[in-house]
């Protein structure tokens, strides 16, 4: 009977009247309606966006890289001997292959190096690997190649042949086309060629040791010709060239030796779990290393989760105020009931039925609210891409331009627990905003309320 009768007064009080609380009870539930759908709205489209982000990181490159260090070089009067023997690829990857996580595992080499175009010498980033073991990267890798201009034939990934895959970026820059055959040079022939040449300039040396320095040095410069066998969108895979095994090999001069060796795992965001499972195995040699993909971009991750949570925070600043406006909404309305609060009072209700009358009153613009704000957020997701292309058209405003953000839609994915932990906290701040003034309201001596 008491709830009843709480519940009674409270949806009592809620009618619809001609008057400034009913003004103010309505501002409050669209006030939470906003905050509820604007922050699921957000909080939905910052976690696609965080999915999507991910997809992209694990879509050009391993999930698990072993690095191992270079062979150490002997100082003066020091032997190689003096070292401990550098341990062998082939036996490292023997032994992770046999980890039931552990979906393909691949040799590669990796570093900077120089391509000569039309114009000028230009950087690239090379990742060279071998057939046998990349097909899951290659798979990845081959869903953002850039389609054939006319009079094109692209094969793609021929890793049998010396061949090179590079980014759109490198091919606009330069004028390159698919089927154009393109020269790299060696990083450390380069340096050796640069060393000479100071050498050459060198007052100290005959006129024969100069000409034998020149000889080595163009012997030095020699490039390595490759065939562009397909072109990569760059935004979406990192901007490196990618070359067979061999090619890169001996651009490296690695003799037989790799810089490491690339892991394709079951579940690319357990990559961590599965660092430390092989860390504890004790499976790498001293001279081997690893890290995963997260690990490689730590600080891109961070900064998502940071604005993710940065927007969370100040997007819920409107359901605090939401909660501010039920407040006052609960103090305008105990002070106009303030007689009948002491009537109540008289009569022998106590201090928890009184309160419990505006408690319910705020619960009921919250729910109310509330609910009216999650359909309202749904809605919006599922017409989200129609409300860009309004944007754009009406108002020339671009939301989540595909220019910036390289995706063909805004993405979006809603999480039920952030749902429950949006809907739950506006509900909670209302009814707070309810209890305080209700409670002092309903603490009044009866005498003094009916006097007045």
């Given at each position: 009977?008491?709830?009843?009768a709480s519940l009674f007064l409270a949806l009592r009080y809620l009618q619809p009247k001609r008057s400034f609380v009913s003004v103010i009870t309505l501002l409050s539930?669209?006030?939470?309606?906003?905050?509820?759908?604007?922050?699921?709205?957000?909080?939905?489209?910052?976690?696609?966006?965080?999915?999507?982000?991910?997809?992209?990181?694990?879509?050009?490159?391993?999930?698990?890289?072993?690095?191992?260090?270079?062979?150490?070089?002997?100082?003066?009067?020091?032997?190689?001997?003096?070292?401990?023997?550098?341990?062998?690829?082939?036996?490292?990857?023997?032994?992770?292959?046999?980890?039931?996580?552990?979906?393909?595992?691949?040799?590669?080499?990796?570093?900077?190096?120089?391509?000569?175009?039309?114009?000028?010498?230009?950087?690239?980033?090379?990742?060279?690997?071998?057939?046998?073991?990349?097909?899951?990267?290659?798979?990845?890798?081959?869903?953002?190649?850039?389609?054939?201009?006319?009079?094109?034939?692209?094969?793609?990934?021929?890793?049998?042949?010396?061949?090179?895959?590079?980014?759109?970026?490198?091919?606009?820059?330069?004028?390159?086309?698919?089927?154009?055959?393109?020269?790299?040079?060696?990083?450390?022939?380069?340096?050796?060629?640069?060393?000479?040449?100071?050498?050459?300039?060198?007052?100290?040396?005959?006129?024969?040791?100069?000409?034998?320095?020149?000889?080595?040095?163009?012997?030095?410069?020699?490039?390595?010709?490759?065939?562009?066998?397909?072109?990569?969108?760059?935004?979406?895979?990192?901007?490196?060239?990618?070359?067979?095994?061999?090619?890169?090999?001996?651009?490296?001069?690695?003799?037989?030796?790799?810089?490491?060796?690339?892991?394709?795992?079951?579940?690319?965001?357990?990559?961590?779990?599965?660092?430390?499972?092989?860390?504890?195995?004790?499976?790498?040699?001293?001279?081997?290393?690893?890290?995963?993909?997260?690990?490689?971009?730590?600080?891109?991750?961070?900064?998502?989760?940071?604005?993710?949570?940065?927007?969370?925070?100040?997007?819920?600043?409107?359901?605090?105020?939401?909660?501010?406006?039920?407040?006052?909404?609960?103090?305008?309305?105990?002070?106009?009931?303030?007689?009948?609060?002491?009537?109540?009072?008289?009569?022998?209700?106590?201090?928890?039925?009184?309160?419990?009358?505006?408690?319910?009153?705020?619960?009921?613009?919250?729910?109310?609210?509330?609910?009216?704000?999650?359909?309202?957020?749904?809605?919006?997701?599922?017409?989200?891409?129609?409300?860009?292309?309004?944007?754009?058209?009406?108002?020339?405003?671009?939301?989540?331009?595909?220019?910036?953000?390289?995706?063909?839609?805004?993405?979006?994915?809603?999480?039920?627990?952030?749902?429950?932990?949006?809907?739950?906290?506006?509900?909670?701040?209302?009814?707070?905003?309810?209890?305080?003034?209700?409670?002092?309201?309903?603490?009044?001596?009866?005498?003094?309320?009916?006097?007045?």
């Amino acid at each position: 009977m008491i709830n009843n009768a709480s519940l009674f007064l409270a949806l009592r009080y809620l009618q619809p009247k001609r008057s400034f609380v009913s003004v103010i009870t309505l501002l409050s539930v669209l006030g939470i309606m906003l905050g509820v759908g604007v922050l699921i709205v957000v909080m939905s489209v910052m976690k696609g966006f965080e999915i999507e982000f991910k997809k992209m990181l694990i879509g050009f490159e391993p999930h698990v890289l072993l690095l191992q260090d270079a062979p150490p070089v002997p100082e003066k009067g020091e032997s190689i001997d003096d070292y401990p023997k550098p341990s062998k690829w082939q036996d490292v990857m023997a032994q992770v292959e046999k980890m039931s996580a552990v979906v393909s595992a691949t040799p590669f080499v990796s570093g900077l190096s120089f391509i000569k175009t039309k114009t000028d010498p230009a950087p690239v980033e090379i990742y060279g690997m071998r057939a046998k073991g990349s097909e899951a990267m290659v798979k990845k890798l081959s869903e953002h190649f850039v389609e054939p201009r006319e009079g094109e034939t692209a094969s793609g990934f021929d890793l049998e042949i010396d061949s090179i895959v590079i980014s759109d970026q490198l091919a606009n820059q330069h004028g390159i086309r698919i089927g154009d055959t393109i020269d790299i040079y060696s990083p450390g022939n380069l340096k050796a060629a640069v060393a000479n040449a100071e050498k050459a300039n060198s007052e100290k040396l005959s006129e024969e040791e100069k000409k034998k320095l020149d000889e080595d040095t163009r012997v030095l410069v020699t490039p390595l010709p490759v065939i562009v066998t397909g072109i990569l969108k760059g935004e979406e895979t990192g901007y490196r060239a990618f070359i067979p095994l061999h090619v890169g090999q001996e651009l490296f001069e690695l003799s037989g030796r790799v810089h490491g060796i690339g892991l394709e795992v079951h579940d690319a965001m357990t990559a961590d779990v599965f660092l430390g499972d092989l860390m504890n195995a004790q499976v790498l040699p001293f001279d081997w290393s690893a890290n995963s993909w997260m690990d490689r971009h730590w600080q891109r991750l961070s900064a998502v989760a940071q604005e993710k949570a940065m927007m969370f925070m100040v997007l819920a600043l409107v359901s605090l105020v939401a909660a501010f406006s039920v407040a006052n909404t609960t103090i305008t309305v105990t002070v106009q009931k303030r007689r009948e609060i002491g009537m109540l009072s008289s009569m022998g209700a106590r201090v928890r039925q009184i309160v419990g009358i505006f408690v319910l009153q705020g619960l009921i613009v919250a729910s109310v609210g509330t609910l009216l704000g999650y359909i309202g957020g749904k809605l919006v997701l599922y017409f989200r891409n129609d409300i860009r292309e309004f944007m754009a058209d009406a108002f020339g405003i671009r939301i989540f331009d595909q220019a910036v953000y390289h995706l063909p839609s805004i993405p979006s994915h809603t999480v039920p627990a952030d749902i429950l932990i949006i809907c739950s906290t506006s509900i909670v701040l209302c009814l707070i905003g309810a209890l305080i003034p209700a409670y002092f309201a309903a603490r009044v001596d009866p005498a003094v309320a009916l006097r007045d």
